[in-house]
């Protein structure tokens, strides 16, 4: 292997734990998280609706009904200052999507918001499990059925946690997993059932040419676009035009995305991995 992937690359992350013919990984994270038998995952479309024609598209990692619950999960393979704010975009659409049910806010289901987070500022210093919620600080809850839970993976991945709950303990060891080494794979000493699959699973898709090679594709492309970003912004900073920094990175992005067009991605791909929006992006097609 060129690169192994883990899971703590969210696509690969995607791919080993939100299979819905292969739940078993899903339902132990599940069953330790809430600390209850989970009887019924119910799969929804992570897609979110656009509320407006220049809205890029969003698209969760996972969103299930599960025991009466609606759960929302962000795997961050880093964390910068937006990412909370996308996630909570995110979790706050799909919340006013499911509340509004006919003539009637639905006030019994729980919402859980549910990140795993890595490269958290000042994570040694916090703690492995993040509880938030809305509310004053006497415990005043401004709604009662959102909870916010987010793990602090540096420090679950480095075992820097002390717990004699055998539960969390159990829990923090499977998540400790997603950033697995390659030469990890081969040591089987007090490997369980869990540990076994996600070994395998991540296995079979490093050896998977198609996905592998998109995930090299896609990282290259980031690895690009991040390059000339910088360029741009080099170059604008100078000349001494702000203007020139912006049409630097635009042109940039331009190139890619022709690029990409050219050997046939997904528009939604480019859009992802561009500034430029779909509207942007139909027009590049059509010109090529």
């Not at 909570?88 to 987070?117: A, W």
């Not at 401004?142 to 946690?161: L, S």
Request: charge should be negative; aromatic fraction near 12%; proline fraction near 1%.
């Amino acid at each position: 292997m060129d690169k192994f992937y883990n899971a703590r690359n969210d696509k690969v992350f995607k791919a080993i734990f939100l299979d819905p013919a292969d739940t078993f990984l899903l339902e132990t994270l599940l069953n330790l998280t809430f600390n209850t038998e989970v009887k019924d995952i119910k799969f929804d479309n992570p897609e979110l609706l656009k509320r407006n024609v220049i809205e890029r598209a969003k698209t969760c990692d996972f969103v299930a009904h599960i025991n009466g619950k609606l759960v929302h999960i962000e795997l961050n393979s880093e964390t910068r200052d937006w990412v909370h704010l996308r996630n909570l975009n995110f979790f706050s659409t799909l919340y006013s999507k499911e509340t509004e049910v006919g003539r009637k806010y639905d006030v019994s289901c729980e919402f859980y918001h549910i990140d795993y987070s890595y490269e958290l500022a000042n994570s040694s210093n916090l703690d492995c499990v993040l509880n938030y919620s809305l509310q004053t600080y006497n415990h005043i809850k401004y709604v009662n059925n959102i909870f916010f839970i987010e793990y602090n993976m540096d420090k679950i991945t480095k075992k820097c946690y002390n717990t004699n709950d055998e539960r969390e303990k159990q829990l923090f060891y499977y998540l400790s997993k997603f950033d697995i080494k390659e030469e990890e794979l081969e040591i089987e000493k007090d490997d369980d059932t869990f540990v076994k699959k996600l070994k395998n699973k991540m296995k079979k898709l490093n050896q998977d040419k198609e996905f592998v090679s998109f995930l090299s594709r896609e990282d290259d492309i980031k690895f690009q676009m991040n390059t000339m970003k910088y360029e741009g912004q080099l170059e604008g900073k100078l000349e001494g035009i702000s203007e020139g920094k912006t049409s630097g990175a635009k042109e940039k992005s331009i190139e890619i995305a022709k690029k990409m067009l050219a050997r046939g991605d997904d528009i939604k791909d480019i859009v992802e991995l561009t500034d430029l929006s779909e509207e942007e992006i139909k027009k590049l097609n059509e010109k090529c």
